[in-house]
């Protein structure tokens, strides 16, 4: 017998369930709610924390299984206004079909979590299976309130397209939605590819930096401030090159200075500037450049060890002060092109987290978009809600024939009433009678 109960209710909280982790997605993106948990001892310290979706979600399942509670008695209102007794039979049929159906072994299996979840994803819409069963509660919802409005306020066609007018201008939304997502695209390919840009140029200057490195221990540099700076900043530019956005706008410097200053080590703009003057030394040195003229010179060949710098590496102008290195060094051949490399990063960065929060609001505007469509779904059961009052000619009824689920309210909330004014009464008279004999006891005393 407990099987079959758990066989028949399965497939309702199956539903139930997917809907309630792909609606708790949503949420936990929008900030509302969260699936992460802190543990504490028996004296309220916190000892650690841990991250369950499962444990999360309940809550949610919890208003979905009171939403749906709720929905069958005024389902069963609304499907007796639409087609009276039968009409009550038909919804009460639809209603236990999939329990049925799943106690013979015919329902279908439908999974509607999604394949993965994410911990505060902005931007992760969950599972389109799973989108469904919050569609159906809503555009039931919509239906069932509509019905019973519709039926209970006397409505007529007049409202229908009052109704219409509200309903009509929804579809111009999708234009808006159109644009709005060309443009999300269009910042996240910018996003990306500035993001490569950036990992590529880290790269290309790692490679040339461990070179240096390599050169400073064969000839027995490693007291050189340059040379120790090509061991230590290697650490920078591997996570720089490796990580995404999100670690650059986090960790990387915020200017040239820093990247002279890698893994936290301080150092002077005096120290800077010798780490600048050794580098050009040793560009000199091994891809000298001859300079016929202020506006005429000639690069070294190009070599493994001499390199023409990719444009797009090299965008930003060297740092200051003047004369320290040439400002047309991404036009030479170079062993080391951190004046170039260094300052264009420096630069990229605050571009980078123009973009990134351009493309983090969108991401949340899918999470707003979404409940968007939930409501529209709403909508629509309203709106379909009025072609079934029509259909089944609700506004010729007579008047005797319409309002029946207000007045069964009234009439039950009437006979609460008085019986409310009865239990009254008899407490009353309870509490008059208790009294007088308390009180001819006392006399008696």
């Not at 091994?286 to 390199?307: A, G, H, I, N, R």
């Not at 960065?349 to 469509?373: C, G, I, T």
């Not at 909330?413 to 509490?431: D, I, P, T, Y």
Request: glycine share 6%; proline share 4%.
């Amino acid at each position: 017998m407990s099987i079959s109960i758990a066989s028949f209710f399965y497939p309702y909280s199956k539903f139930l369930h997917g809907a309630a982790y792909n609606l708790h997605q949503i949420l936990e993106g929008l900030g509302v709610v969260s699936s992460s948990f802190t543990e504490r001892d028996d004296a309220g310290k916190i000892i650690g924390g841990y991250w369950s979706p499962d444990e999360a979600m309940v809550i949610t399942l919890g208003y979905l299984v009171m939403l749906s509670l709720l929905l069958i008695p005024l389902l069963s209102a609304a499907a007796y206004t639409v087609g009276k007794k039968r009409g009550l039979l038909i919804f009460f049929a639809l209603l236990f079909l999939p329990g049925v159906l799943n106690c013979l072994g015919l329902f279908p299996i439908i999974n509607y979590l999604p394949t993965r979840y994410t911990i505060h994803g902005v931007g992760n819409l969950g599972s389109e299976v799973g989108l469904i069963p919050l569609l159906m509660l809503c555009a039931i919802t919509g239906w069932v309130v509509m019905v019973l409005v519709y039926d209970n306020l006397n409505l007529t066609e007049r409202f229908r397209q009052i109704y219409d007018h509200f309903w009509f201008p929804l579809a111009l939304v999708a234009a808006v939605f159109f644009v709005a997502d060309n443009g999300a695209n269009e910042d996240a390919a910018l996003l990306k590819g500035a993001t490569a840009n950036i990992q590529d140029a880290s790269g290309y200057l790692l490679g040339q930096i461990r070179r240096y490195d390599d050169y400073c221990k064969a000839n027995g540099l490693d007291d050189l401030r340059s040379c120790q700076w090509s061991r230590y900043s290697q650490w920078t530019f591997t996570h720089i090159k490796e990580g995404e956005a999100g670690y650059f706008i986090e960790f990387a410097p915020d200017d040239s200075k820093g990247f002279y200053s890698a893994s936290r080590r301080t150092v002077s703009d005096e120290d800077v500037i010798a780490i600048r003057t050794e580098i050009a030394e040793y560009n000199q040195r091994l891809c000298p450049v001859k300079y016929f003229s202020s506006d005429l010179s000639q690069s070294s060949p190009l070599s493994s060890t001499c390199e023409y710098v990719p444009h797009h590496y090299c965008l930003a102008k060297p740092d200051g002060p003047p004369g320290l290195v040439d400002d047309g060094i991404g036009s030479h051949t170079v062993a080391l092109a951190s004046e170039c490399i260094i300052p264009r990063l420096a630069a990229a960065k605050p571009y980078l987290k123009q973009l990134s929060a351009l493309v983090s609001q969108h991401d949340k505007a899918k999470n707003h978009r979404w409940l968007y469509f939930l409501a529209v779904a709403v909508a629509i059961g309203a709106k379909v809600a009025l072609a079934t009052t029509k259909l089944c000619l609700i506004d010729a009824r007579p008047s005797a024939d319409r309002r029946r689920v207000l007045r069964a309210i009234r009439y039950r909330l009437g006979q609460c009433v008085r019986l409310l004014k009865r239990l009254l009464v008899v407490s009353c008279q309870w509490a008059w009678f208790a009294a007088t004999r308390v009180s001819k006891l006392f006399k008696q005393v």
